[in-house]
T-cell receptor, first 112, second 115 residues
Framework: GESVGLHLPTLSVQEGDNSIINCAYS??????FIWYKQESGKGPQFIID?????DKRQGQRVTVLLNKTVKHLSLQIAATQPGDSAVYFC???????????FGKGTMLLVSP | NAGVTQTPKFRILKIGQSMTLQCTQD?????MYWYRQDPGMGLKLIYY???????DKGEVPNGYNVSRSTTEDFPLRLELAAPSQTSVYFC??????????????FGDGTRLSIL
């Protein structure tokens, strides 16, 4: 289930389940969105991106959905594995030069 | 390719000291960025650069300075360290957007404590 911890929202799933991580973005003028995965002690790692002229994009085991009407972004991870445990950030760009505004993140915990 | 390399990985400073956080990338990316990440929070942009000799402020530039004399290097300077600057600092780079955004590639961060 999903719960709000002291600092980060946390999503706990079982290995093999599908995970959905949600993100609300702030600027209706944003035209580029990106998901990053951050493991403990590491920098953010690119997962998948999507431009505002699309509403869905698929990668390997991941899918990003964009709903511009309600300014909502989601990341779906199929067949979640323990190695997927990390903090996931969404980010948006609206100011040019690829500068990004990051959300606060969601911690994904995958149990074997 | 090493990607984005940050040094040092850890540092403890006393209030009022100064230091430079180093960042270098070997991907020939024009764009480089500095972010800070406070515990349990997302990243906030400090400064960015779109090429050698060009820098601009981000969301939280106060207390920091940057320079970009080469494409590869983008150092971040703290002149008078304050406890509020205790954070994890990430450097990132990306190729020029050329009309469409490109993902940023991140280093593994510098963990800085000001005591």
């Amino acid at each position: 289930g999903e719960s709000v911890g002291l600092h980060l929202p946390t999503l706990s799933v079982q290995e093999g389940d599908n995970s959905i991580i949600n993100c609300a973005y702030s600027n209706s003028a944003s035209d580029y969105f990106i998901w990053y995965k951050q493991e403990s002690g590491k920098g953010p790692q690119f997962i998948i991106d999507i431009r505002s002229n699309m509403d869905k994009r698929q990668g390997q085991r991941v899918t990003v959905l964009l709903n511009k009407t309600v300014k909502h972004l989601s990341l779906q991870i199929a067949a979640t594995q323990p190695g997927d445990s990390a903090v996931y950030f969404c980010a948006e760009n609206s100011s040019g030069y690829s500068t990004l505004t990051f959300g606060k993140g969601t911690m994904l915990l995958v149990s074997p | 390719n090493a990607g984005v390399t940050q040094t040092p990985k850890f540092r403890i400073l006393k209030i009022g000291q100064s230091m430079t956080l180093q960042c270098t990338q070997d991907m020939n990316h024009n764009y480089m960025y500095w972010y800070r990440q406070d515990p349990g929070m997302g990243l906030k942009l400090i400064y960015y650069s779109v090429g050698a000799g060009i820098t601009d402020k981000g969301e939280v530039p106060n207390g920091y300075n940057v320079s970009r004399s080469t494409t590869e290097d983008f150092p971040l300077r703290l002149e008078l360290a304050a406890p509020s600057q205790t954070s994890v600092y990430f450097c990132a780079s990306s190729p020029p957007s050329q009309g469409s955004n490109q993902p940023q590639h991140f280093g593994d961060g510098t963990r800085l404590s000001i005591l």
